[in-house]
């Protein structure tokens, strides 16, 4: 049998403002530098008061990261230094691998009952990708595959593989699974994760239980972080558990962060900023 993880920690996600003046909640982020390596933030921008969200993220810029918008309900208009323009809908992902360098701005617009929802991950790059060309996977929702498990559980295959499905983003940098599961009242799953990996799931609705005896009891809002096995182990309680799985390949390298750029050491992070005032920042067209 597979060895079940065990949950080494679960926390609910705290209000912060971000952007322009952005209300979220944040699951983790730079307080927690390094400990959910490859990931270094998660972002929950669900709202229902416009003026927690119009303001949005003007233009900024980012090196040495990938981020990954997934979108549930509302829209998201974006654009960057390369030209690249489009709105991020219901049910779609925009991964951005920035690279050695990118400016852009994501202003969330919500829908027409004024609710915007949805989420934000930063996966981090290794020193040898940290300046390579940025580039765009837009993914839409019609494009992202639903694999049915036992049980009546639900998975939307953003990133990864289940049983023989294959979400579809690829040619990723730390091999990241993204999935989002669904799963009834009652219901029950045992998933198989690579055996080294971080593996993160952060609930999106309903509760549940995780964990080798279901011991973690945990509800909306709420990350848990596993610990090292073979299998990660859920329940869902009478509302049902609706949750994202992630997870990532550790890139064990020591991390200089500042705001939008994360790099490797002080001087490469200095240097970033140096460029940006400077306008030398973007090295790629």
Known sequence: MAK????KAASVSRPTIEGAGVHLMRAFGFNEVGRMDPFLLLDDFRS?????????????????????TYVLEGRVEHGDSLGNTGIIGPG??????????????????????????GFQLWANLPARYK???PRYRDVTADSIPEAELAGGVRVKIICGQVEGVSGPVSDTVTEP????????AGAELEFPVPPGNTVLAYVIAGD???GAGFDTGVGNRSLVVFDEGEAVAARAGEEGLRFLLMSGRP???PIAWGGPIVM????????AFEEYREGTFLKHD
């Open 251 to 253: 890139i064990g390298e």
């Open 92 to 117: 779609d992902v925009q991964w951005m691998t920035a690279g050695g360098g990118i400016v852009h701005q994501e202003m969330p617009q919500g829908g027409d009952r004024g609710r915007m929802g």
């Open 208 to 210: 549940g239980a995780f």
């Open 48 to 68: 229902q008061t416009p003026e927690h969200y119009l303001k949005g993220f003007p233009w900024h810029p980012h090196r040495g990261i990938e981020t990954i």
């Open 131 to 133: 300046m390579m060309a």
């Open 264 to 271: 490797n050491t002080q001087e490469e992070l200095d240097l």
């Open 177 to 184: 699974m993204y999935l989002d599961f669904s799963l009834p």
């Open 4 to 7: 079940i993880r065990g949950v």
